[in-house]
């Protein structure tokens, strides 16, 4: 058996299988190779093959494992939505937490199904019968909302139109669902058999006919909010501010303080985690103020995040526990600022004890729930709200929202805080829900309140006004921070006035949002002026200061960039104040930055004030910089561009770069912003190119934009997958074939540079638009004297491009002057003397 078995290996036909199954074997190796480089390049962009391609396809392996696991985990396959948010969050942890949320919400334990309504309109029982009635497209009875539902029964057409608060759903035809707010007359009335079509979600139950609709009660009351009782004269109201501040603004929110601050009244201020210098700098209120606290219980407030309602429960509940007396609380931001006196909103709320000010989004609901993802599943980690999938909001309510601006009674507040209502299923379902819901706080209180007890309480009026421009507003500015498009007011500018003025004459409105000193001050000003029928005076009135850094601070992280850069402008100006000094002052090294204030007078930003420390003790200075205008506008060109410049984080909303000292570094986003002229010839090229240089005078991208409104500034931000390599950038702009302008600007190296990656390739792009690169020797032999000492001092490349790009405007001592200065006091400043320093006392900075 054995000789006969080794005869048969030797054979034709088994050397031929076997030759078979091995060639077979190698192909499928080699597709699977070619797989795994395609998701490579899927995932990485376009890349070579090589010796590196086993790391990069184990690390495909492992991104298909964790994918996988995360993907099926123990519920099975997830959605996309669910699958791409997975892949985006960078931590385990985030990733853990979604697959979670994911699986609950296939499972459907993440949405209550049904949630109970405590309020039914008086006489009306939710889902009884007014009769068939005639009914055609025509002359729909019910024309308020009309929708064809799969699986239509008469409680889901009841549900939906409850949901929508409308007073009658109508099924129709088997399909159809139609809800409406006018009670059908009697005149239309018809027999039951004309409404005779079977429901096709449940054969059992009719759902109206073909020019027929049954017609049912939902019991959801009318739309009609409270009536306000006018204010009562001297009356008097106790209130709790809840203040959920964000950012640097510190005079802005002392402003703000002032302006409201009453020793009667109880105010609760919450500083964003990662805002450390805001919580750093308003603690001292605390030892000041009996009724100012600090909530120490800080989260990430990021715009639409599921933290915002929790900011707001447990500031209440804190509320609760310091103060037993207040009867309102309401809830402010740092770009509030208040329209009436307090004493005018003391008033009103005397008048109007048990009221609950909301703002509601208006009549069309099932518009209000799609534009606000409320049919959505988000959750929050990350500092970041992901997308996870789709739901069903909860029957048996009705859904309502609008400003999560609000004005609530305290009776509301126990309810909602009270650990004795914990287990009330209308409260506890609405936690549950908007857990995990986007722009929580803009519906909570409002579902909650007009499904509860406390519906007659329902004021259809927060009390606020805001300024909206939705095609300026509605940009998706907040996509780094959540899945989905937003939109957010405007800021009140001194052209705003008239418009401000006329709504104050005709509404019941104490407050407004959103003020910002660091783009107008002015009209604050004025609103303050008029408050107290006074003329404002004080010093500084027209100058505003707003923190950029500081060296206390623990978040958020240290922009290294910035220091660097700045360190360098400290030297800079020292060695200006000592070009014509016959003293030695060896002590006047800039040793470490202590600050750095944006500086603005009459609206307008002149420079970054950086306070720095120098190797002789006790001795400080603060130096007043600007960056510079780095655009040439070409004469022999149409000149049809007005503004050009690089920088970054561009707010589209309000058209101004928030980086105004332009730092950028190897992982910024740049962005060049531009406007036009309007001077186009209409008969000539509407398209223009913006073509970006790195420091090797490689193309790197090419933009072509059109010549569009000359009233709005574009912007374009530079996309590319490597970090930007260090140096200096060029930006052609370039029309009907001739160059018309160029800006620079730098990406400042850093000692971590050295680490990254940078893309050296030239590719196609650099034979078509290479030619518009400046061609003069002197340009090029500077660029490359530049890039030779960056690679060799990085310092000392900084300090000799730093003062090309940023000017000096001024320099002055704080406190004690150095000691070398003593004999020429009457040449160096003081700090005291200057009206720009961002140390000068402001004699109203005081709360009273």
């Known amino acids: 058996m054995t000789l006969n078995f080794l005869r048969c290996l030797m054979c034709r036909q088994f050397r031929t299988y076997f030759l078979l199954v091995i060639a077979m074997a190698f192909i499928f190796q080699s597709l699977l190779v070619f797989y795994l480089l395609a998701k490579v390049k899927d995932t990485e962009g376009p890349t070579e093959f090589g010796s590196s391609d086993s790391s990069r396809i184990h690390q495909v392996l492992v991104k298909e494992k964790e994918l996988g696991v995360l993907g099926k985990s123990t519920c099975g396959s997830l959605s996309k939505t669910a699958l791409s948010a997975i892949k985006r969050a960078t931590t385990k942890k985030c990733k853990e937490e979604l697959s979670d949320v994911a699986c609950k919400l296939k499972n459907n334990q993440l949405v209550p199904e049904r949630l109970p309504n405590y309020c039914p309109r008086k006489g009306s029982i939710s889902g009884s019968s007014l009769g068939c009635f005639h009914d055609n497209n025509q002359s729909r009875l019910l024309s308020s909302y009309g929708v064809k539902l799969p699986g239509l029964t008469i409680q889901k057409c009841v549900d939906l139109c409850t949901q929508s608060a409308f007073m009658y759903a109508g099924t129709h035809n088997g399909k159809e669902c139609y809800c409406g707010n006018k009670k059908p007359s009697l005149e239309h009335l018809l027999t039951r058999t004309y409404c005779s079509v079977a429901c096709d979600g449940q054969s059992s139950q009719t759902c109206g006919g073909v020019d027929s609709t049954e017609i049912f009660d939902s019991g959801v009351p009318t739309r009609e909010s409270a009536k306000l009782r006018d204010p009562i004269i001297n009356g008097t109201a106790k209130i709790a501010f809840i203040l959920t501040l964000n950012g640097r603004a510190l005079r802005q929110v002392t402003r703000l303080l002032r302006v409201i601050y009453r020793p009667h009244h109880v105010y609760l201020i919450h500083v964003d985690s990662r805002q450390d210098f805001l919580f750093r700098s308003l603690l001292q209120l605390e030892l000041k103020y009996p009724n100012i606290r600090l909530t120490r219980k800080r989260q990430s407030s990021i715009w639409g995040g599921a933290s915002l309602l929790d900011v707001l429960l447990q500031s209440m509940e804190q509320l609760l526990e310091v103060d037993s007396q207040w009867q309102f609380v309401f809830n402010l931001s740092e770009s509030d600022f208040p329209l009436r006196s307090i004493e005018s909103l003391e008033a009103l709320l005397a008048a109007n004890p048990g009221r609950n000010f909301l703002k509601s989004h208006g009549r069309q609901t099932r518009q209000f729930i799609h534009k606000q993802g409320l049919d959505r599943v988000f959750h929050q980690c990350e500092s970041r709200m992901w997308r996870v999938g789709d739901r069903v909001l909860p029957a048996g309510i009705r859904i309502d929202g609008g400003s999560d601006w609000v004005g609530l009674a305290r009776s509301v507040v126990e309810f909602v805080t009270s650990p004795t209502h914990r287990n009330d299923p209308l409260l506890r379902g609405l936690k549950e829900l908007y857990r995990y819901t986007l722009l929580p706080a803009e519906s909570f209180f409002h579902v909650l309140i007009l499904n509860s007890k406390f519906c007659e309480s329902y004021a259809d009026n927060n009390l606020r006004m805001t300024l909206w421009r939705r095609s300026q507003g509605c940009l998706c500015q907040h996509r780094h921070v959540v899945d989905w498009c937003g939109c957010s007011p405007m800021v009140f500018r001194t052209t705003d006035w008239t418009h401000l003025t006329s709504v104050m004459a005709k509404s019941t409105v104490f407050f407004a949002r959103k003020f910002e000193a660091a783009i107008d001050q002015s009209i604050m000003n004025r609103l303050e002026e008029?408050?107290?029928?006074?003329?404002?005076?004080?010093?500084?009135?027209?100058?505003?200061?707003?923190?950029?850094?500081?060296?206390?601070?623990?978040?958020?992280?240290?922009?290294?960039?910035?220091?660097?850069?700045?360190?360098?402008?400290?030297?800079?100006?020292?060695?200006?104040?000592?070009q014509n000094s016959v003293v030695e002052c060896s002590g006047l090294r800039p040793s470490r930055i202590v600050?750095?204030?944006?500086?603005?007078?009459?609206?307008?930003?002149?420079?970054?004030?950086?306070h720095f420390e120098v190797d002789e003790n006790n001795v400080k200075f603060e130096t007043l910089v600007k960056p510079l205008t780095k655009t040439t506008h070409f004469m022999n060109s149409p000149r049809i561009l007005s503004t050009l410049q690089v920088g970054s984080d561009f707010d589209p909303k309000e058209q101004v770069l928030r980086n105004r000292l332009g730092v950028l570094s190897s992982t910024s986003k740049p962005v060049v912003i531009f406007k036009w002229t309007g001077h186009v010839n209409s008969t000539t090229a509407q398209l223009s190119h913006l073509i970006w240089f790195d420091p090797d005078d490689h193309v790197r991208a090419v933009h072509h934009v059109n010549l569009t409104d000359a009233s709005k500034m574009n912007n374009q931000m530079l996309e590319i997958d490597t970090p930007l390599k260090p140096g200096v950038w060029l930006i052609a702009v370039v029309y009907d074939g001739k160059k018309i302008a160029m800006t620079e600007f730098l990406i400042v190296p850093q000692i971590a540079d050295e680490n990254l990656q940078f893309e050296e390739k030239m590719n196609e792009l650099q034979k078509i638009w290479g030619n518009y690169l400046p061609v003069d020797a002197k340009s090029?032999?500077?660029?490359?004297?530049?890039?030779?000492?960056?690679?060799?001092?990085?310092?000392?490349?900084?300090?000799?491009?730093?003062?090309?790009?940023?000017?000096?405007?001024?320099?002055?001592?704080?406190?004690?002057?150095?000691?070398?200065?003593?004999?020429?006091?009457?040449?160096?400043?003081?700090?005291?003397?200057t009206d720009w320093s961002s140390f000068s006392q402001d004699p109203k900075s005081k709360l009273s």
């Open 530 to 578: 008029q408050l107290t029928n006074s003329s404002l005076n004080y010093p500084g009135l027209d100058s505003y200061w707003e923190s950029a850094y500081h060296r206390a601070d623990l978040t958020p992280k240290t922009n290294h960039a910035l220091l660097a850069v700045s360190l360098s402008l400290t030297k800079h100006a020292i060695s200006l104040l000592l």
């Open 595 to 610: 600050s750095i204030t944006s500086y603005f007078r009459h609206d307008h930003y002149l420079g970054d004030l950086i």
């Open 780 to 833: 090029k032999n500077n660029r490359r004297e530049k890039a030779l000492l960056m690679k060799n001092d990085i310092s000392t490349y900084l300090e000799k491009t730093t003062a090309e790009y940023y000017a000096i405007q001024d320099i002055c001592y704080t406190g004690h002057p150095p000691q070398c200065a003593t004999i020429q006091l009457h040449d160096w400043q003081s700090c005291s003397n």
